[in-house]
């Protein structure tokens, strides 16, 4: 889920929600004032993200890394959003895709009750009903999430050392690590072609 304190993800058993139209509001979802900074990523994220997004790291409560890409930098917009439309559309990472559902690992779905769009009175495009997702809105990434993570959590379980990661960059409090080695593994190496993102002005403005 995205990592927002302007978000209020909801389990969607037993319950139904419609969604009208992203033309109603000014993409909240893609405000870095409103909260959206990152969101964890699974293997099947990588290849679709590492182009346009920094693909960092943060040690979860137990310890582990967790791959996470960056979506803002906290303060501004997302950087591909111009006149409240996204510009690489076609290419945005699967959270954005999915947004305002959420898959988790409990394999229930959640959802954005506070995405302007979203309505519990069914009066425009069922989303969800029960867990039954408007052909419209199912994505693959929203499936099997569970063994999804396990394989992320289990492919970078052996990369799991503090002393070969370092701190790369702090956003409204939350700080984020680069790995400092070389890899012949084919994530981390995308983990590291998306670095370059980090030397952008819309990052670099905020030092």
Not at 96 to 121: G, H, K
């Amino acid at each position: 889920m995205i990592k927002s304190i302007m978000k209020q993800f909801e389990a969607t058993i037993d319950k139904t929600y419609s969604f009208s139209s992203c033309e109603i509001c000014e993409a909240k979802c893609c405000n870095g004032k409103q909260g959206t900074l990152f969101s964890q990523v699974i293997l099947e994220d990588f290849e679709r993200i590492y182009k346009n997004f920094p693909i960092l790291f943060i040690f979860g409560e137990l310890g582990y890394i967790k791959p996470v890409v960056i979506l803002t930098n906290g303060d501004t917009f997302c950087k591909y959003l111009k006149n409240h439309k996204c510009t690489i559309y076609e290419n945005r990472p699967s959270i954005c895709r999915t947004y305002p559902l959420s898959a988790n690992i409990d394999e229930m779905i959640y959802i954005d009750v506070l995405c302007p769009a979203v309505d519990t009175q069914v009066n425009s495009t069922p989303i969800i009903q029960n867990q039954q997702i408007n052909k419209s809105f199912d994505y693959s990434t929203l499936h099997n999430y569970q063994d999804k993570y396990i394989d992320t959590f289990r492919l970078f379980e052996e990369f799991n050392n503090k002393e070969d990661f370092t701190p790369t960059i702090e956003l409204n409090g939350v700080v984020f690590y680069k790995y400092l080695k070389q890899s012949e593994d084919k994530y981390m190496k995308m983990h590291l072609e998306s670095l370059v993102h980090l030397q952008d002005k819309y990052f670099k403005n905020l030092d």
